[in-house]
């Protein structure tokens, strides 16, 4: 199999890939030689993707090629439960802060080197030194343990008290500054990969944008074009490689949904992870269509140092009063793809007993349609007919994206609103709305972990980097949810409620539209895909009929 890796590195330029297709190839010496097989899988991913540094991965895109080359500590799986990766067994201390895991000593990089606990140790205490403007997910970090936030931007030759060791080389130690129920959920995440100093330094992302580097996962990068396409072999030194069935994973970067989807129906590829939700509607595609993550869809307002009417409460709740939620449902046409959101957290997210989402809306909804009171909360703040309020939507393009703004632009017109549209590139705008250069912004979340605190930690102050400033939350909400962190079982649950309901319904950081499980399409017969509420998925154990 090392032959065979070897070999294909060197035949990549010259190898014609089909979707899921077996290929013969001339190898080994002049005059022909041994014949090789490829076998291929090819998979849509719905933009271009930025670093496969475990430290940047920050958004779904680039986490549909990053999964596949990175082996975690425990990986989530299609109920949201976690499956066990690199770590074998764990314990924890009886008072919840201390997580011993222990690690898999047959496991090995890409390049044959064990993977051990001071690499995680290393690749952990190396966000943090990166620091919140680079690293999105790095409050996974510094949130919960000990010490963390007090070393950000540091060298990690002086973290020496952060609460994270390598025990022995397979035995990993990580202290939290308070416990966490659900730490172990966060684990998944990829700022927990293990890294190795030599492969990846300091604060230095661009070895991951050349092909060809070590890796802990079931494939390595031997062709990065970001435009293009990703090209990833097997790596034979995968822990689970027999499990392994294709020998090579192409990735090809199709922003267009709609051309994702023709190029599926013409067998260009095999598996569509970012399909249009008009699918559901074509008869022929009825046995591809594949629904999987739970996400809330809804509007950020920049309530803080954004527009002065903004920061008037009465004009916030103006807006999400003055929205028919039915109208997104109706015109995204998609079955029961679709739904109304009358909170942050979606349907799909568990409570203390049932659903959080259908437990809340049983006692009341946060959100929901009165244009008569929003007109008046509007007239109250100054507007009316003579004297509307302009206000500018901002989002990235896509048909879908398309579709829910020109509703809310419609929506808005009765409440004495004029929308002004604007859209930029994908890596444009979430530049800009990290720093609040927006009045109104699409924004989206799925499940990294089963729980209501991953959407509702969201419009927390605490999260925000003091590069990207402040621009919704407050210090109420955010000791609402700090107080959940000291309560147990239905107390905590309770306590969670309340924050939601204050964020929403009083303090109206934002307004939901509408929760969706996103659609992918699969060749008819297709087993081993990795589905998870993060609306990704993992294609390690991938086979699809020839």
């Known amino acids: 199999m090392k032959k065979l890796f070897v070999c294909l590195l060197s035949l990549l330029m010259v190898v014609s890939l089909a979707a899921c297709s077996s290929n013969n190839n001339g190898g080994g010496s002049e005059g022909g030689g041994e014949e090789s097989e490829i076998k291929t899988f090819t998979y849509s991913v719905g933009g271009e993707p930025t670093y496969m540094d475990p430290a940047k991965c920050g958004d779904s895109v680039t986490a549909e090629i990053h999964n596949e080359i990175w082996y975690p500590l425990f990986y989530l799986v299609e109920d949201g439960s976690t499956a066990n990766g690199d770590c074998i067994a764990y314990e924890v201390s009886d008072d919840g802060l201390v997580y011993t895991f222990h690690l898999d000593p047959n496991a090995k990089w890409s390049d044959g080197v064990a993977i051990t606990a001071d690499q995680y140790v290393y690749g952990i205490k190396r966000c943090i030194g990166y620091g919140h403007a680079e690293v999105g997910y790095l409050t996974m970090i510094t949130n919960y343990i000990l010490n963390a936030e007090a070393h950000l931007d540091q060298a990690?030759?002086?973290?020496?008290?952060?609460?994270?060791?390598?025990?022995?080389?397979?035995?990993?130690?990580?202290?939290?500054?308070?416990?966490?129920?659900?730490?172990?959920?966060?684990?998944?995440?990829?700022?927990?990969?293990?890294?190795?100093?030599?492969?990846?330094?300091?604060?230095?992302?661009?070895?991951?944008?050349?092909?060809?580097?070590?890796?802990?996962?079931?494939?390595?990068?031997?062709?990065?074009?970001?435009?293009?396409?990703?090209?990833?072999?097997?790596?034979?030194?995968?822990?689970?490689?027999?499990?392994?069935?294709?020998?090579?994973?192409?990735?090809?970067?199709?922003?267009?949904?709609?051309?994702?989807?023709?190029?599926?129906?013409?067998?260009?590829?095999?598996?569509?992870?970012?399909?249009?939700?008009?699918?559901?509607?074509?008869?022929?595609?009825?046995?591809?269509?594949?629904?999987?993550?739970?996400?809330?869809?809804?509007?950020?307002?920049?309530?803080?140092?954004?527009?002065?009417?903004?920061?008037?409460?009465?004009?916030?709740?103006?807006?999400?009063?003055?929205?028919?939620?039915?109208?997104?449902?109706?015109?995204?046409?998609?079955?029961?793809?679709?739904?109304?959101?009358?909170?942050?957290?979606?349907?799909?997210?568990?409570?203390?007993?049932?659903?959080?989402?259908?437990?809340?809306?049983?006692?009341?909804?946060?959100?929901?349609?009165?244009?008569?009171?929003?007109?008046?909360?509007?007239?109250?703040?100054?507007?009316?007919?003579?004297?509307?309020?302009?206000?500018?939507?901002?989002?990235?393009?896509?048909?879908?994206?398309?579709?829910?703004?020109?509703?809310?632009?419609?929506?808005?017109?009765?409440?004495?609103?004029?929308?002004?549209?604007?859209?930029?590139?994908?890596?444009?705008?979430?530049?800009?709305?990290?720093?609040?250069?927006?009045?109104?912004a699409r924004n989206a979340f799925s499940a990294d972990y089963m729980d209501p605190w991953n959407y509702l930690e969201l419009m927390a102050i605490y999260n925000d980097s003091e590069e990207y400033g402040t621009h919704f939350g407050d210090e109420t909400y955010d000791a609402m949810l700090f107080e959940s962190m000291k309560l147990e079982g239905e107390a905590r649950f309770a306590k969670l409620h309340e924050a939601e309901n204050y964020a929403i319904e009083t303090a109206c950081f934002n307004v939901p539209l509408f929760g969706y499980g996103t659609v992918s399409l699969q060749k008819p017969g297709t087993t081993g895909v990795i589905n998870n509420p993060q609306a990704n998925h993992i294609f390690w154990f991938v086979k699809c009929p020839e």
Not at 242 to 260: F, G, H, N, Q, T
Not at 391 to 418: C, F, G, P, R, W
């Open 156 to 440: 990690v030759a002086d973290m020496d008290d952060v609460g994270v060791k390598a025990i022995d080389d397979f035995t990993l130690e990580i202290t939290l500054n308070a416990p966490c129920p659900f730490f172990v959920s966060l684990l998944p995440t990829q700022v927990f990969a293990a890294l190795r100093p030599e492969i990846a330094p300091e604060k230095d992302s661009e070895w991951s944008s050349t092909p060809g580097y070590p890796t802990t996962g079931a494939f390595v990068p031997v062709k990065i074009d970001s435009a293009d396409e990703y090209i990833l072999d097997k790596n034979p030194n995968f822990a689970r490689a027999d499990e392994v069935y294709y020998d090579r994973l192409v990735a090809k970067i199709m922003p267009s949904m709609e051309a994702s989807q023709m190029a599926f129906k013409t067998g260009e590829i095999d598996y569509d992870t970012s399909a249009d939700s008009s699918v559901v509607n074509d008869p022929s595609l009825a046995d591809s269509i594949v629904i999987n993550g739970n996400v809330n869809y809804y509007m950020n307002i920049n309530c803080i140092d954004g527009l002065e009417a903004l920061q008037d409460v009465r004009v916030r709740r103006a807006i999400q009063l003055g929205i028919d939620r039915s109208a997104f449902v109706t015109a995204l046409d998609a079955g029961d793809v679709y739904y109304e959101l009358y909170g942050f957290v979606p349907v799909g997210i568990p409570d203390f007993n049932g659903d959080f989402r259908t437990n809340a809306d049983a006692d009341h909804k946060l959100v929901y349609t009165d244009k008569e009171e929003a007109k008046r909360l509007m007239e109250e703040a100054g507007f009316s007919e003579t004297n509307r309020l302009a206000l500018e939507y901002y989002y990235n393009q896509n048909s879908m994206h398309d579709t829910v703004s020109a509703v809310i632009k419609e929506q808005l017109k009765d409440i004495y609103i004029d929308v002004t549209l604007k859209t930029a590139e994908l890596r444009t705008f979430f530049d800009d709305r990290s720093y609040g250069r927006y009045d109104l």
